[in-house]
């Protein structure tokens, strides 16, 4: 089997971008996900046509910063952990995930980061508290992609 040529959802995705970021609210789950700069330009050049050493290269080029082929695998087991890409990565034949450990180094600022946060449904973001007037505060989740 040759190398996936990962592709990014298209379908129920909402994109902001920000300064440094890429803001993607997923209307399928209402998450929303806060890419990081290398994050982003691996989702944005993750468009089916590319394999992942295409995508590094030109993550890299769009980033004007050097972005290898580990990163790129972190970034998109990110996206795909997160249900952001269009069909799954394959596995490697011990089941494990291509990811690989990222060494500290300088380039770790450039370590992809994905953050979703679950946001609440539009009926629970209209609903307001008979006693009080105002919403009350919705319990909401934060959950990392790089863990220490």
């Known amino acids: 089997m040759g190398e996936p040529n990962p592709k990014v959802r298209q379908d129920d995705l909402l994109l902001e971008s920000l300064p440094a970021e890429l803001l993607v609210y997923d209307q399928r789950v209402h998450q929303a ?3 990081n700069a290398s994050a982003a330009a691996v989702f944005r050049c993750a ?3 590319r394999t ?4 590094a290269h030109a993550a890299s080029d769009e980033l004007q910063a050097p972005v290898d082929e580990d990163v790129a695998w972190a970034a998109l087991e990110e996206l795909d952990k997160h249900g952001l890409l269009d069909t799954p990565l394959p596995l490697t034949p011990d089941g494990a995930g291509r990811r690989r450990v990222l060494a500290v180094s300088a380039a770790a600022v450039l370590a992809p980061l994905v953050i979703a946060i679950a946001a609440p449904t539009p ?3 209209q609903s307001v508290s008979p006693t009080t007037g105002v919403n009350p505060p919705p319990a909401s ?3 990392t992609a790089i863990e220490p």
């Open 33 to 35: 996900h806060c890419l």
């Open 47 to 49: 468009d089916g046509t």
């Open 52 to 55: 992942v050493a295409e995508i």
């Open 123 to 125: 009926a629970y973001a």
């Open 141 to 143: 989740t934060v959950s």
